[in-house]
C-alpha cells in the first residue's frame, strides 16, 4: 500500500515539477516516471523495514 501511494505522490509532484519548468509533454512524463520510481523505491524500503520491524 506504502509503495502504490508512493509512485502515485512522485508521478504528481513529477509531473507538477516538470510543468513549473515549462517542460512540454514528453518532460512532463519523465519526470512523472523518474518521480514514481524513486518514490516506490523509498516505499518499498519503508514497507520492508516496518515489516521487519514488527
Known amino acids: 500500500m506504502i509503495v502504490i501511494?508512493?509512485?502515485l505522490l512522485g508521478a504528481i509532484l513529477g509531473g507538477i515539477n516538470a510543468a513549473r519548468r515549462k517542460g512540454n509533454i514528453a518532460d512532463i512524463a519523465q519526470?512523472?516516471?523518474?518521480?514514481?520510481?524513486i518514490f516506490a523505491l523509498v516505499g518499498l524500503i519503508?514497507?520492508?523495514?516496518?515489516e521487519k520491524l514488527v
Open 31 to 37: 519526470y512523472a516516471a523518474v518521480y514514481a520510481i
Open 5 to 7: 501511494f508512493g509512485a
Open 46 to 50: 519503508l514497507t520492508i523495514s516496518i
